[in-house]
């Protein structure tokens, strides 16, 4: 069974919004949000974060779609930001996940951030040890650099054009 990755198509995004928001339906992480409507409220967050600027998401595929990836690179020197990484539940444990990081440009082993956390991601974080969970910098389309008296730190723009210093 061969698996190819290539750049998610808008024909992919019925798969995608299925796999992201299914399988962080019950991660503690997620905020108070009744699950009858909780494609309501996920779906339209999901494609958000997929349209911003710097966000590239990474499909396995063979016959059938298998997996995604998605990717935040930033524009200040950061390490990459993982948005989520879905591997559908008949090809797990099949190295699709570590296909989809290499076709990322990411190494597991290697200094990378991430958004969300399910049971999954807490199973395998002995794979990325160098991993660290930042659901604050998901939170923000925007960062710059700024300087102050205590140095250098990272400004993150809200949409409507107000800063919040992290």
């Given amino acids: 069974m061969t698996t190819l990755y290539r750049p998610a198509q808008p024909d992919d995004e019925p798969f995608i919004l299925s796999g ?6 019950l991660s503690r ?19 958000s974060v997929l349209a911003r600027p ?23 020197g950061l390490a990459p930001l993982v948005m989520y990484v879905y591997v559908a539940q008949p090809y797990r444990k099949g190295g699709i996940a570590t296909g989809l990081f290499e076709a990322a440009g990411i190494k597991p082993h290697s200094r990378f ?6 049971k999954m991601s807490w199973q395998l974080r002995d794979k990325a040890p160098f991993a660290r ?6 939170r923000f ?18 949409s409507s054009g107000r800063r919040h210093a992290g």
């Fill in 20 to 25: 992201w928001s299914s399988s962080m339906r």
């Fill in 29 to 47: 992480d997620v905020p108070f949000i009744q699950m009858d409507g909780y494609a309501d409220v996920m779906h339209p967050i999901i494609r």
């Fill in 54 to 76: 710097r966000v590239t998401t990474i499909v396995a595929h063979g016959e059938l779609l298998r997996g995604f990836i998605t990717v935040e690179r930033s524009r200040v």
């Fill in 113 to 118: 951030e991430y958004a969300c956390r399910t």
């Fill in 133 to 138: 969970y930042n659901p604050f910098r998901a």
């Fill in 141 to 158: 389309a925007e960062e710059e650099e700024a300087r102050d008296e205590e140095g250098p730190r990272i400004e993150y723009r809200r």
